[in-house]
C-alpha cells in the first residue's frame, strides 16, 4: 500500500481532477464524441475502442447480448484519461429513457455535465429528462451543438430554445462560422481567435485546425465570415458573456458548436472542461456537514454491477471518491453496516478491459471487486464515519409480477431477484399477501424487465414469467393508512426492499384522486420522479 498522500496533496490532485458525464437524446452522438474525447486525450489508440454499438468493438458494454441486439447502451462504466495535465473521468450515462433512474445514480457522482444537441434536432425528449436531473442536482452544464457538418437549424434559434426549454442563459463560447452543413470554423469568443477546421478522411484522426486573423477569414470565407461576425455583435449587445459564477450556479450553459464525427470542436470542448468546469468539492454528509476534500478517504457507490464480464464472474461497485486519499490494499468501513470492507482488489474498470488502482483522489472512480455488501447510494470510509445522503428511488410507472418458470428452480430465482434488486436494476415489492415467491418487479421504464429476464436466465440459469399488473402510479405511505388503503379497488400497498418504504399502487391518477377525496387524511407522498 503506497503512503498516505498529505493534505496538500490531496486537494493539488483534487484541482486536476474533471469528473463529468455526457447527457444526451439516442442517436445525437455521444458514442462518437465519447470516442473523440477520449482520441483526443491519447487514452486510447484506435479510434472505436470506446464504442457499444453494435458492430463495432464494444469496450463500455460488449458483455450484455440485449444491447448488442438493440444497439444501446444500457451499462455505465467509466473513462478515465489525462489531458493538459487534468485527470479526467467521463462517466458513462445509458442512453435510454428505461433506464434513467441508472443515469440519476451516476449523475451522482459527476461535477459537471455535458449536454449534447443535436444541431438538427434540438432539444430532444431525453435530453431534456437528464437536463431535469442536473437541475435537481445543480450539477452545471456545459452544451455542446453537435452534427454542425450537416443540415441544421439556426445557431440563434437553438440559442433561443436552449434558453425557453433549461432556463439557463446560453453563453456561446465558440460560435460557428458559416451554417449548419456548411460549416468553416469557429470564431472563439474566450480567447478572440478565429479557428478554420480541416476535414482529414474518416475523421478518426484529430481534426487539421488553423487559425485565421479576421482579415484572412474576410478573404477565404467571405459571407460566411461576414454573417457570424454579425451575429457575434448581436451575442455581445444581448450580453450573451460567459460568466463563471452563473455558470457553477446553474444558471447558465457555455455553448460550443462542433461536429464530434469530423472532430471539429472536440479539443476545444476539453479545453472548455479544463478551464470552466468545477473540479471535485467538499461534498455534505446526510446531516448537512461538507465532508472537506483533505479529510480522510470517504466514498459514495453510484453502481454496482454483477458479472459484468462472464469470465470473471464477480461483483463490482462504482465508487465516487469524495474525500482523501484511496489507497489499494486499505481497509474501509461501510457505513450501511459498519462492518469493515478489504480494497484489495480495486480496479480501474473500463468495459472489459480492467486495470489495477493503487492510487485514487477525490473525483476518481473506482471499481471495487467483490463487492457483495454493497449498494447503490452506500458510504465508505476511513476513520471518523461519515453517511452521504442515499440515492433516491424513482417513481415506478410499470408493475408486473415475476415467477419462476420452473419449481425447482427457486433457490436461483430467489438469489437473482435479490441480486438484481441490490444493484438497483428493478426495484422489487413484496406483500405478505403475494407471497415470496411472486414479487411485483416495479420499473422507471419498461425495458428494464426485459433486462431482468435476460439476466435471471443467463446468470442464475432461472427462467421467468411476468404478468404486467394494470397499475401506473406510486406513492410512498405508511402503516396506518396502509390499512385503510388495502380495502380500496385498484390500489395495493407493497414494501419495497431497497429501503423498506411502503408504496402504494393505483391504476390510475382519477382512481388515486377519488381515494383521495374520500380518505383526505391518507399519506400518499410524491416520489422523485414527480416532483
Ligand atoms: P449516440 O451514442 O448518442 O446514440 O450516437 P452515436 O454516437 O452512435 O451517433 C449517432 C449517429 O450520428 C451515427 O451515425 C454517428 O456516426 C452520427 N454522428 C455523430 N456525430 C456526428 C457528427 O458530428 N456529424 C455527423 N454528420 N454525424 C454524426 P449512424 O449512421 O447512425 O451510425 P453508424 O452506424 O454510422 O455509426
Known amino acids: 500500500m503506497t503512503t498516505a498522500a498529505t493534505g496538500d496533496d490531496i486537494m493539488a490532485e483534487a484541482r486536476r481532477r474533471r469528473t463529468f458525464a455526457v447527457i444526451s437524446h439516442p442517436d445525437a452522438g455521444k458514442s462518437t464524441m465519447t470516442e473523440a474525447l477520449a482520441l483526443h486525450a491519447s487514452a486510447i489508440i484506435e479510434a472505436g475502442a470506446v464504442h457499444g454499438k453494435a458492430g463495432r468493438r464494444g469496450v463500455t458494454s460488449d458483455w450484455m447480448e440485449i444491447e448488442r441486439a438493440r444497439g444501446i447502451s444500457i451499462t455505465s462504466a467509466a473513462l478515465r484519461f489525462e489531458y493538459r495535465g487534468h485527470m479526467f473521468n467521463l462517466v458513462d450515462t445509458p442512453g435510454h429513457a428505461d433506464f434513467s433512474e441508472d443515469t440519476y445514480r451516476v449523475l451522482a457522482a459527476v461535477d459537471c455535465a ?38 441544421g437549424r439556426e ?17 456561446p463560447i465558440t460560435w460557428p462560422v458559416g451554417i449548419a452543413g456548411d460549416f468553416h470554423g469557429v470564431a472563439d469568443r474566450l480567447e478572440d481567435r478565429i479557428i478554420r477546421y480541416v476535414r482529414t478522411p474518416g475523421g478518426a484522426t484529430k481534426a487539421l485546425e488553423s487559425e485565421l486573423t479576421p482579415a484572412q477569414a474576410e478573404a477565404e470565407l467571405g459571407d460566411d465570415w461576414r454573417r457570424a461576425e454579425e451575429e457575434i455583435a448581436l451575442l455581445a449587445e444581448i450580453g450573451a458573456d460567459h460568466d463563471q459564477k452563473e455558470f457553477e450556479a446553474h444558471q447558465s450553459t457555455p455553448v460550443l458548436f462542433g461536429a464530434a464525427l469530423s472532430n471539429f470542436g472536440v479539443a476545444r470542448l476539453l479545453d472548455a472542461m479544463v478551464d470552466l468546469a468545477p473540479p471535485p468539492s467538499p461534498r455534505d454528509d446526510v446531516a448537512g456537514a461538507p465532508r472537506p476534500l483533505a479529510a480522510p478517504f470517504s466514498g459514495l457507490v453510484f453502481k454496482v454491477q454483477a458479472n459484468m464480464d462472464p469470465a470473471h464472474r464477480d461483483r463490482i461497485a462504482f465508487v465516487r471518491v469524495c474525500s482523501g486519499h484511496f489507497r489499494r490494499g486499505m481497509v474501509l468501513t461501510h457505513a450501511a453496516t459498519g462492518r469493515p470492507f478489504a480494497t484489495k482488489y480495486a480496479q480501474a474498470v473500463f468495459g472489459q478491459d480492467r486495470a489495477t488502482i493503487d492510487d485514487a483522489f477525490p473525483g476518481d472512480v473506482v471499481g471495487l471487486v467483490n463487492a457483495g455488501a454493497l449498494r447503490p447510494g452506500d458510504t465508505l470510509y476511513e476513520g471518523p464515519a461519515v453517511t ?121 391518477r382519477w382512481r388515486m384522486n377519488s381515494i383521495k377525496a374520500d380518505h383526505p387524511d391518507l399519506l400518499l407522498a410524491p416520489l422523485i420522479a414527480d416532483t
Open 114 to 151: 455535458v449536454m449534447l444537441i443535436d444541431a438538427a434536432k434540438g432539444m430532444e425528449p431525453q435530453t431534456m429528462k437528464l437536463f431535469e436531473v442536473c437541475r435537481h442536482r445543480r450539477i452545471p452544464v456545459i452544451t455542446f451543438v453537435n452534427k454542425w457538418d450537416r443540415p
Open 155 to 171: 445557431a440563434l434559434e437553438l440559442l433561443d430554445e436552449i434558453e425557453q426549454r433549461t432556463g439557463l442563459r446560453p453563453t
Open 388 to 508: 452521504f445522503p442515499p440515492i433516491p428511488s424513482f417513481a415506478p410507472e410499470h408493475f408486473a409480477v415475476a415467477r419462476s418458470r420452473s419449481s425447482g428452480k427457486a433457490k436461483q430465482f430467489r438469489r437473482g431477484i435479490d441480486q438484481l434488486d441490490a444493484e438497483g436494476v428493478i426495484q422489487v415489492l413484496r406483500s405478505d399477501l403475494r407471497g415470496d415467491q411472486a414479487p411485483v418487479l416495479a420499473a422507471v421504464g419498461p425495458m428494464q424487465f426485459e433486462v431482468v429476464q435476460h439476466r435471471l436466465a443467463a446468470e442464475f440459469g432461472a427462467e421467468i414469467t411476468l404478468d404486467r399488473l394494470d397499475y401506473t402510479l406510486a406513492r410512498r405511505t405508511d402503516a396506518a393508512s396502509a390499512e385503510r388503503l388495502a380495502r380500496q379497488r385498484g390500489a395495493e400497498v407493497l414494501t419495497r426492499s431497497g429501503d423498506q418504504a411502503l408504496l402504494a399502487l393505483f391504476t390510475d
